[in-house]
């Protein structure tokens, strides 16, 4: 009965391959120096102790492979996070704006675009020298469609042998629909280009950036004219 009751729990260790053989009451255990000895009394021993040395567990150390997340067979990779939408573009800015031939002219000007549609323009420049001068000032920005959007300004400096003020300044916050509706285009891809003219027509201005937008490679559709102001 006690060889029938062994023997169940050695096929049970196999069978969940845990080693149940590591109880073995130590009246039945033996020397490792008798592995291998059928011992008178005991029939099964050797192959009791055959078993305890083929199935007891081994151990390794630690791995961090052990705690890996594993994704099961087949299941799709976990989705990319969304990006996040762009709102707003800019502020973009000339710098400080200086005209050649000793012209005693200079400003600069600013830019911001938001996704409703919304916008501020806003510029000043400064006569420092004894003529007066009319200023015009385009920038022309492109969407990746090619529709181009105008933002203009112009207003006159009076210089020293002229009463008035010497200085032109605007500052323009409005909204447009045409820029919330091509707001994608814009932030798919965009080009701008700003010109900066003394005594000259607002409207050559306009036509002079989107010239050389062209030349330079970019793909004008449509102008839109969002804002054309008289400082």
Same mark, same amino acid.
């Given at each position: 009965m006690a060889n029938d009751v062994l023997q169940a729990s050695t096929t049970q260790s196999m069978v969940a391959? @845990?080693?149940?053989?590591r109880r073995t009451p130590a009246s039945l255990k033996a020397p490792d120096n008798?592995?291998?000895?059928?011992?008178?009394?005991?029939?099964?021993?050797?192959?009791?102790?055959?078993?305890?040395?083929?199935y007891s567990p081994v151990y390794r150390?630690?791995?961090?492979?052990?705690?890996?997340?594993?994704?099961?067979s087949g299941s799709p990779p976990p989705p990319t996070p969304p990006t996040p939408q762009v709102t707003t573009l800019g502020?973009?800015?000339?710098?400080?704006i200086a005209f050649d031939n000793g012209v005693p002219v200079g400003g600069s000007v600013s830019l911001t675009l938001h996704s409703d549609g919304s916008y501020s323009f806003n510029g000043s420049f400064h006569d420092s020298g004894a003529p007066s001068y009319d200023v015009e000032f385009s920038w022309v920005i492109v969407g990746a469609s090619g529709t181009a959007y105008s933002f203009t300004a112009s207003g006159h400096m009076a210089g020293t042998f002229e009463s008035g003020s010497r200085d032109c300044i605007w500052?323009?916050?409005?909204?447009?629909?045409?820029?919330?509706?091509?707001?994608? @285009?814009l932030t798919s891809g965009?080009?701008?280009?700003?010109?900066?003219y003394v005594n000259w027509d607002v409207q050559s201005a306009v036509d002079s950036v989107v010239s050389a937008l062209k030349t330079a490679g970019t793909v004008i559709a449509a102008v839109v004219a969002v804002v054309a102001?008289?400082?």
């Open positions: 391959g @845990e080693s149940t053989m008798t592995r291998g000895a059928v011992l008178p009394g005991h029939p099964y021993l050797k192959q009791i102790l055959d078993l305890h040395h083929a150390p630690y791995s961090p492979a052990d705690y890996a997340p594993v994704t099961p502020p973009f800015n000339t710098n400080y500052t323009k916050s409005d909204k447009n629909d045409n820029i919330a509706l091509h707001w994608d @285009e965009y080009t701008w280009r700003w010109q900066a102001l008289v400082a």
